[in-house]
């Protein structure tokens, strides 16, 4: 299976984004706490580059807390400083700019030597779709967006989102798309609500999450759903049926699997990650 979205758009957006990044001291990429892995863009390092970057794990409320703090010391063991933030709740979003400083202290001492004024922390942030950009930006800057002017050097009609006098973003129109063959990865994805439900069959994510969630979260289908034991150890297909049966939807099993991704989406089945750390081949306590 290969899922990808509008090509012609990624490559505009690629585009875009490479051209702007001399323009920036820093980037901000946005992953999705439950798949910090998955939810990345695989072409992001080949843009970035050498481009000092923050790495936020955000829905960090619907996450495993557990998780979060060891995908948080992968990313750092990367070279990389990673905050763990909830930008719907506003929760965490006040660390950035002190991060931010403390990633570019080294550049800020060497313009200060060469007697350059001190001035904004330039911005962008980065996401694959439906990470929750938007929102970020919002908390940052504010509802009400303000254009700040063009800067020196910087082309034409480019529009800098300020955040008081510490911090000013670059407006990036441009979307990364991201490309996977990899069949889990969209699994992981679409139970998360990142693309469009009708690219998988909501069966085939029930039966995915309910697998999960029995291999990990032991327990918590059960008590959703009111099930025996054994029947949460049973096969994910029949544990659907039992489900489905459950709620009174007698065979209607496209109901009873539009329930179960739901709920799970909606953290009604407790706080989880997707991407498990130590099956990643990322050995981070060593």
């Known amino acids: 299976m290969t899922i990808q979205w509008f090509p012609g ?28 892995l998955s939810s990345r863009n695989p072409m992001l390092d080949q843009i970035i580059q050498q ?14 807390p557990q998780q979060t703090k060891l995908w948080q010391e992968y ?26 400083k403390e990633v570019l202290k080294e550049k800020r001492a060497r313009d200060a030597a060469r007697g350059l004024k001190p001035r904004a922390i330039r911005a962008m942030v980065l996401g694959i779709p439906n990470v929750g950009k938007s929102t970020l930006m919002n ?26 006098t510490e911090l000013e973003l670059l407006d990036t129109p441009g979307i990364l798309w991201p490309k996977f063959e990899d069949e889990e990865i969209g699994k992981k ?23 999960f969630f029995a291999r990990y979260y032991p327990g918590r289908i059960q008590e959703r759903y009111h099930l025996t034991e054994e ?10 049926m039992d489900i489905t049966a459950k709620r009174g939807f007698r065979d209607d099993y496209a109901r009873g699997s ?19 750390c130590e099956e990643m081949g990322q050995e981070v306590n060593e």
Do not use: C
Request: net charge positive; charged share 30%.
């Open 9 to 36: 758009h990624m490559a505009k957006a690629r585009r875009e984004v490479s051209e702007k990044m001399k323009y920036v001291d820093i980037v901000f990429e946005l992953v999705d706490a439950r798949l910090p």
């Open 51 to 64: 481009k000092p970057r923050i790495v936020l794990l955000n829905k960090a409320d619907l996450a495993d």
């Open 75 to 100: 990313f750092k063991k990367q070279g990389h400083a990673a905050l763990a933030i909830n930008a719907q709740e506003n929760k965490g979003v006040k660390g950035l700019i002190p991060t931010a």
């Open 139 to 164: 908390r940052l800057v504010g509802k009400k967006i303000a254009q700040t002017g063009n800067k020196p050097g910087v082309t034409k009609g480019q529009q800098w989102l300020r955040h008081g």
């Open 189 to 211: 994805l679409a139970l998360t609500g990142a693309i469009k439900d009708q690219l998988l069959h909501l069966d085939d994510l029930a039966i995915y999450g309910l697998d």
């Open 231 to 240: 029947q949460e150890q049973g096969l994910a297909p029949e544990i659907l």
């Open 258 to 276: 539009e329930l179960v991704v739901f709920e799970i989406r909606d953290g009604k089945l407790g706080r989880y990650t997707l991407d498990r």
